[in-house]
């Protein structure tokens, strides 16, 4: 990290609160949560994206999926004017929170701030949606039927 | 953060697997010298512009070609010449036919632009022939990156090592209880030596001590 001349060392980080500490969700539920920027000092954010998204997560090809996006660029609702935000979102009925062996299936929100320059910053929050089960390995092969 | 750079934090959920594509994925760990040291791109695209403004990397699969190919992009990218920034373009060769492809990259490059080809040997020589010099008619320099060595300066031979190894998995989330150093050299040495395919196997190895633990 280094420190522009004149400004405060940029150490950017979001702190996200969902609606529910348990950060669990149905599938079709609405997520309500509340972020707040820290760390930029004096910078001028000149961006920030917020989206919800599933993704796929194992050792292969990785896949997502877009829930929500928004993107804000009024410089009254960015830091450092304003330095928190809101929002909301309706989730789809699929897919659910998976752990599985050779994929998982992961939900999160983003929030990436873009500062004047190239430099941006991404900061993610899983959270689960649905309640299925992991992925158990069989105790015992299954036998052929006779 | 860097003034010019990419910062990024996760707050995970689940159970995480540090041998996820997600976490060793082109970009997302460090390139490290066989030995272990950090590498250089700024040395190497140096070293490329007095060679002519063209070099290849050499070594087999999985021995960090691409890694250190993607450094040096970004590395390009973030170093403006003469006040301005570079166009960098990278291409990935998967067949002899997207050869046409990187012949119009070079083309619309401008001057001074830098053309990062991965996999150069589809090309064959004929291809490697007809890029390289139309790279050179248009001041454009080109990286690439080959399994043998193609008649194009040398930029690195790149090797790998079980050290090597270790200090890429240092740098992914904590393993601890999921895979062990034994671990580690076991794979190592079913993928004879290729480091993507030792995270592959990695990956299973912890999946399966996180059933286990599960059970």
Redesign the interface.
């Known amino acids: ?2 420190r ?1 001349a004149g400004q405060e060392r ?5 702190v ?1 609160n969902f609606d529910r500490p348990s ?1 669990r969700y149905d599938p079709q539920e609405t997520v309500r949560l509340q972020y707040h920027v820290a760390g930029t000092g004096d910078a001028q954010v000149r961006m920030i994206e917020r989206s919800a998204l599933w ?1 796929t ?6 896949d997502l999926g877009i829930c929500f996006f928004e993107r804000i660029t009024d410089a009254e609702h960015l830091p450092p004017t304003q330095r928190q935000g809101e929002f909301a979102f309706r989730l789809p009925a699929s897919p659910m ?1 998976y ?1 599985g ?1 050779i994929v ?1 299936i ?1 939900w ?1 929100v983003r929030v990436r701030l873009f500062f004047k ?12 949606v649905g309640e299925l089960p ?4 069989l ?1 015992q092969p299954p036998t052929a039927p006779r | ?15 995480v ?1 540090p ?4 976490y060793t ?1 082109l970009g997302a760990v460090e390139p490290l010298e066989e030995d272990g040291r950090t590498f250089d791109p700024a040395a190497v695209l140096a070293r490329l512009e007095s060679a002519g403004g063209c070099g290849v990397f050499v070594g087999p699969h999985g021995s960090g070609k691409s890694t250190r190919l993607e450094a040096c992009a970004r590395a390009a990218e ?1 170093t403006p010449r003469a006040g301005l920034s570079r166009a960098v373009r990278r291409v990935r060769l998967r067949r002899r036919w997207d050869l046409w492809g990187t012949l119009r990259a070079v083309l619309g490059m401008p001057a001074g632009g830098l053309v990062c080809v991965d996999s150069l040997e589809q090309a064959g020589r004929v291809g490697t022939f007809c890029l390289t010099r139309l790279a050179r008619l248009r001041g454009v320099e080109l990286l690439a990156t080959c399994h043998t060595p193609c008649g194009l300066p040398v930029m690195a031979m790149c090797h790998t090592s079980l050290e090597l190894l270790k200090r890429v998995v240092e740098q992914l989330p904590p393993h601890a209880g999921l895979v062990s150093q034994q671990d580690l050299a076991d794979a190592f040495s079913a993928a004879n030596g290729n480091i993507r395919d030792a ?2 196997e990695l ?2 190895r912890a ?2 001590a996180r ?1 286990r633990q ?2």
Do not use: I, Q, W
């Open positions: 990290m280094s522009t940029l150490e950017p980080r979001v996200v950060r993704y997560e194992g050792k292969g090809e990785e929170t752990e062996t998982k992961r999160c320059g190239r430099r941006d910053f991404v900061s993610e929050h899983v959270f689960d992991p992925a158990m390995p105790r | 953060m860097r003034d010019d750079a990419t910062g990024r934090e996760s707050v995970p959920g689940g159970e697997n041998f996820a594509t997600k994925r973030d995270l592959f990956y299973d999946e399966t059933s599960r059970s």
